[in-house]
T-cell receptor
Framework: NAGVMQNPRHLVRRRGQEARLRCSPMKGHSHVYWYRQLPEEGLKFMVYLQKENIIDESGMPKERFSAEFPKEGPSILRIQQVVRGDSAAYFC???????????FGPGTRLTVL | AQSVAQPEDQVNVAEGNPLTVKCTYSVSGNPYLFWYVQYPNRGLQFLLKYITGDNLVKGSYGFEAEFNKSQTSFHLKKPSALVSDSALYFCAVRDIGGTSYDKVIFGPGTSLSVIP
């Protein structure tokens, strides 16, 4: 059973470009969570999604950030018009429908030049 | 609202000595408690969890944690530290409050250094 997959592992963007981060949950998991980790800081919750539904987006910045988890395919975290402050590691986690443990992917490290 | 505190940013311990990484929490209902470990440039790995039952929970890599309801603590322990245990450790809590959605809150993390 493959773990949570994230791609790309490293992403470099120039200011103003769009960043698109992908997350494929573990098989059988229908709940996906996105977190951001800044250098030397802890984990900050961004958004919680189930298939085709956003359950909790209280941690998402109001502008430029969006997330989706379509019926088919991976979950996508999209950052439009990136700024240097968006540089961070973005982690995805998944859990089964009735599960309580989140399993994390290896992360995508975004660098904005 | 639920919260998690890890009072130590950094813990240093000599190899072979016992280690403790502290965690305290605040919830309105019953807690589910978790420990995760993060090695450099890696994602978080699940170590162990407390849901109910025995207050002493055993997990991966020889780690264990003790749930103490009166002190609202869930400290992570290991009898004999290894250099390879050096990593960032996160405590997390889920407040089982009877709603349809119980968010998991992560602590700020504790950096553990095991000195040879």
């Amino acid at each position: 059973n493959a773990g949570v997959m994230q791609n790309p592992r490293h992403l470099v963007r120039r200011r103003g470009q769009e960043a698109r981060l992908r997350c494929s949950p573990m098989k059988g998991h229908s709940h996906v969570y996105w977190y951001r980790q800044l250098p030397e800081e802890g984990l900050k919750f961004m958004v919680y999604l189930q298939k085709e539904n956003i359950i909790d987006e209280s941690g998402m910045p109001k502008e430029r950030f969006s997330a989706e988890f379509p019926k088919e395919g991976p979950s996508i975290l999209r950052i439009q018009q990136v700024v240097r402050g968006d540089s961070a590691a973005y982690f995805c986690a998944s859990s089964p429908p009735a599960g309580d443990t989140q399993y994390f992917g290896p992360g995508t490290r975004l660098t904005v030049l | 609202a639920q919260s998690v505190a890890q009072p130590e940013d950094q813990v240093n311990v000599a190899e072979g000595n016992p280690l403790t990484v502290k965690c305290t929490y605040s919830v309105s209902g019953n807690p589910y408690l978790f420990w995760y470990v993060q090695y450099p440039n890696r994602g978080l790995q699940f170590l162990l969890k407390y849901i109910t039952g025995d207050n002493l929970v055993k997990g991966s890599y020889g780690f264990e944690a003790e749930f103490n309801k009166s002190q609202t603590s869930f400290h992570l322990k290991k009898p004999s530290a290894l250099v390879s245990d050096s990593a960032l450790y996160f405590c997390a809590v889920r407040d089982i409050g009877g709603t349809s959605y119980d968010k998991v809150i992560f602590g700020p993390g504790t950096s553990l250094s095991v000195i040879p």
